[in-house]
């Protein structure tokens, strides 16, 4: 029987990363994840609402929270971002009623949901390990990523109950997911360092250079490509990799996408997709 989850697809999935928007559905086919969206939800707020307005935030996590438990559904998202946000203010919520009853007050009015605090909060990757298991996404597998390959965890979903059954520290679900797919798991420190995404727009040459040192780290340990467990995340470090290099002087060529993509090409879905990341793997360099 299929896994059945309300699907928040992340912040940026249909913007600046569609790249998730298009390989989530066939990879969570092959793990036989049945997605149900979750019509109207909106953005996690990623830190940076809350940096304006701290209640904001918690009241639009609390609607999209609403709405999968009035689906009777707990949440799934292939972004990192998403998933610590979400999480974070649900148990906010469930640790202050004070606060619960002043957010149901404004959803009631507003959209006629409440919130009761019964639906959890799951990441791609902890639903694969945790859930469905390792062996049966190994026997999925048709196309080995015979590569090596750094996975981003980012540090917003490392926190107690979170992150499933992995160590909020020092994590390694990742890298086991990685074997799983034929890929060999690179050891690096910055598998769990911010890239500074909230201060975007108000902080560049800070979060230039975050990326540029996450980058360095990954290839100074040898990694053919970094695979991002966030959206957020995963669209700094590809999207603004030149312009970090360019800002720090910090060699950035290094190939970067998302688990989703992964997933989907190494369980034989956009076989010329696949095809163009490894020629772009093979190609690109200092």
Known sequence: ??????????????????????????????????????????SCGAGIIRQAN????????????????????????????TAGNLHEDLIRLRNDPLLLAKTNDVLRRTTGLTLEGTVSVHHLLHVMVDEIGLDKVEANVRNPMRSRIAGYYGPNMQQEGACGDDDVYDPNYFEQLIEALGGTPVEWESRTQSVGVPGLFSEEPTVLRQAAAVISDAKSEGADIIVSA??????????????ASRATGISTNLPVIHLTELLSFAFGHHNSRLAQLRTRMAVIGD
């Not at 390989?23 to 149900?36: D, F, K, Q, V």
């Not at 609403?66 to 949440?75: G, H, K, N, P, Q």
């Not at 669209?235 to 990799?241: F, I, P, T």
């Open 1 to 42: 029987m299929a896994l059945k989850y309300a699907y928040h697809p992340g912040n940026v999935a249909h913007s600046s990363a569609p790249e998730v928007a298009d390989t989530m559905p066939p990879a969570a086919r092959s793990l036989g994840i049945e997605l149900i969206p979750l019509d109207g939800a909106t």
């Open 54 to 81: 701290d209640i904001l935030q918690v009241t639009l996590n609390a609607r999209t929270m609403a709405l999968a438990e009035s689906m009777s559904l707990d949440i799934i998202t292939p972004c990192a971002a």
């Open 230 to 243: 966030c959206t957020l995340s995963h669209a700094v470090l590809d999207v603004y990799q030149g312009k």
